[in-house]
């Protein structure tokens, strides 16, 4: 009988520990999912199962505990914390979106060509509702414009990319897709920095109703995720407030802020169509920096020379040129004999928005189109 006590003493032992390692794992393990517990083994004293022994929690709902945490640690109220966490639901459908996006697990690397892309995004429909919002929201635009030197077409271009003018803002509640991206872990420090964003909005007074928008977590007309939306929504209309949900001037105006913030030089335009020959040496001009932020796509651009260098290579405008001294970077985005861009320092600013050769290049010429260029 002593012998059964000991190891019926020793069998809750081992359940207790294990409880309190996975607890402390939920706490402090930022680099993958919470593995799922192994049931411990158990000694039993008789055939009746032995009970009121807690058992930790596993998966998405051990993870919470660690949301708790860092949601403390940013300052959130107990109040939010305690509406929101115990509640949420992993959202595996936004782990699906997520994981197929380029780059992403088991996705390939193979980049298609521009043209189809040009001719999805820069396309009649596109053409012509911008011009109806270009030409409706323009006399609050132009001050926006004149505010944050940033072209209203390029603003309107943007506005149309992301949301089909307002029209598609995304369903998906961005707290929950947030705290499910953080768990999957791909890419846990961005969104679980996402998700305490997301709690300071509520606790800023903004419903959890209005904070819908991608999988990825953007929101609002201008597809900002929730620590941009806190650093740099903006009020166009001179209301007193900055409201990007439901205020399309208010949501250009905060495109227009994110562009500034981001490095927009006023009167510079994003680029230029140009003509290449076919004896350029590209070697000569091969971008030999290497960058951290988005790699593949910086890869493509060549090394920065000012236009008159462009020139005395034989680098050609279709049209509109750019002053002798401006530096741009040459990108051919279907290969060599097809229309080049020599891009400048506000086309990475529209990088920095979507970082994405195809899509910057397509807000710079559905600007072009909008404005008749």
Known sequence: MKR???????????????????TASAQVDPLAPLP??????????????????????????GYKQRLTYIARSGGISEATIA????????????????????GAVGNTSYTPPFAPYRRDHVNADLIRRG?????????????????????????????????????????FDIIEALASLAYEGRRRPLFESEFVSG?????????????KGSYAGATGYPQFMPSTVIRL???????????????QVDGLASIGNYLKD???????????????PAVLDRNSIRNTVATTECPRVYARHSRPLTMAQWR???????????????TAFLLEPDGQGQTAYLLTGNYKAILKYNCSNFYALSVGLLANAIVGR
Do not use: C
Request: glycine residues 12%.
């Open 4 to 22: 059964v006590g000991i190891l019926l003493l020793r069998s809750v032992l081992a359940v207790v520990g294990s409880s309190i390692g996975m």
């Open 36 to 61: 799922e517990a192994r049931a411990p083994v158990l000694v039993p004293v008789s055939q009746a199962p032995v009970t009121g022994v807690p058992q930790a929690a596993t998966g998405f709902e």
């Open 83 to 102: 509406s929101v966490i115990p509640y949420l639901q992993l959202n595996s459908r936004a782990i699906r979106l997520d994981r197929g996006q380029p």
């Open 131 to 171: 011009q109806d919002r270009y030409r409706d929201l323009w006399p609050w635009l132009s001050r926006v414009e004149q505010r944050s030197g940033v072209p209203a077409s390029i603003m309107i271009a943007i506005y149309g990319h992301e949301t089909s003018y307002g029209a598609v803002t995304g369903g």
């Open 199 to 211: 709690l300071k909005l509520l606790d800023m007074g903004i419903p959890r109703w209005r904070l």
């Open 233 to 247: 929504r903006a009020d166009g209309d001179g209301d007193g407030r900055a409201e990007i949900w439901s205020n």
């Open 262 to 276: 981001a490095g927009w030089r006023a009167g510079i335009p994003w680029g230029i169509p140009v003509s290449v």
């Open 312 to 326: 005395a290579l034989g680098v050609r405008p279709y049209g509109q040129s750019l002053p002798d001294s401006e």
